[in-house]
């Protein structure tokens, strides 16, 4: 749970700093300039590991539909700002646990559902607020 808590610390940073980027940079210029640092970075651990093209393939599916979710996040962030952005967004995880259980029929948990219910709730609240 505390990874995934400095998971959020880090994303509420990255935010911010993309937003900033986002107002002086394409899209695309963000994206490639970006996924070059990733790679240079990555690079040496990554090529300590066996070649799995099965994992390829999936990577190559995931990295495409975040792609597209980068995109919908720049648009976003032009239009609503970061911090709605981000607000709305806060949404995903009922989204993960949807498709968790579509994919791997896994039940969700009660607890998530009724979290799910509270962060729609306040999404509805702020949406609301806004017109």
Same mark, same amino acid.
């Given at each position: 749970m505390? &990874?995934?808590? =400095?998971?959020a610390l880090s994303y509420g940073i990255s935010? +911010?700093?993309?937003?900033?980027?986002?107002d002086r940079a394409s &899209?695309?210029?963000?994206?490639?300039?970006?996924?070059?640092y990733c790679a240079i970075i990555t690079a040496p651990f990554a090529l300590r590991e066996k070649f799995n093209p099965d994992v =390829?393939?999936?990577i190559a599916v995931e990295r495409s539909i975040w792609l597209i979710a980068s995109l919908f996040i720049y648009l976003s962030i032009k239009k609503i700002?970061?911090?709605? +952005?981000? +607000?709305?967004?806060?949404?995903?995880?009922?989204?993960?646990?949807?498709?968790?259980?579509?994919?791997?029929k896994e039940?969700?948990?009660?607890?998530?559902?009724?979290?799910?219910?509270f962060i729609f709730a306040g999404i509805s609240i702020i949406a609301y607020n806004k017109k």
């Open positions: 505390e &990874f995934a808590l =400095l998971a935010y +911010t700093i993309y937003s900033w980027s986002a &899209f695309s210029y963000i994206m490639f300039y970006g996924s070059i =390829l393939k999936a700002g970061v911090a709605a +952005t981000s +607000t709305f967004e806060s949404v995903y995880p009922f989204f993960v646990a949807l498709f968790v259980a579509m994919i791997y039940k969700p948990q009660l607890s998530l559902l009724i979290g799910g219910i």
